[in-house]
């Protein structure tokens, strides 16, 4: 099992920042993928980042340039810096946590989510 502990969210006004956080704890096994899912008011969820075990990270096209994912593997710990806030950010964050056991098996966890809301 493994259990995700996410923080950060909150109210910015455009242009602003926020850093999220997501902590990962539990039975780690690699190779694995950490990233950040959002979903507005009725809209469907999205990716909005990822970045794998093995460094590689990507993102959706409208964040690119604003956001930033990051991995702290000592920790187990992924983060979203978020630059140049958006209305259109508004979202409720979800972090999302993938890995692989031996047998080749893929296992999904989520977080609870934070809020992010972006003010005009």
């Known amino acids: 099992q493994v259990q995700l502990v996410e923080s950060g969210g909150g109210l910015v006004q455009a242009g602003g920042s926020l850093r999220l956080s997501c902590a990962a704890s539990g039975r780690i096994f690699s190779p694995n993928v950490m990233g950040w899912y959002r979903q507005a008011p009725g809209k469907q969820r999205e990716l909005v980042a990822t970045?794998?075990?093995?460094?590689?990270?990507n993102y959706v096209d409208s964040v690119k340039g604003r956001f930033t994912i990051s991995r702290d593997n000592a920790k187990n710990t992924v983060y979203l810096q978020m630059n140049s806030l958006k209305p259109e950010d508004t979202a409720v964050y979800h972090c999302?946590?993938?890995?692989?056991?031996?047998?080749?098996?893929?296992?999904?966890?989520w977080g609870q989510g934070t809020q992010v809301t972006v003010s005009s």
């Open positions: 999302r946590f993938t890995n692989w056991d031996t047998w080749g098996r893929s296992n999904d966890y």
């Open positions: 970045f794998t075990s093995g460094g590689s990270t």
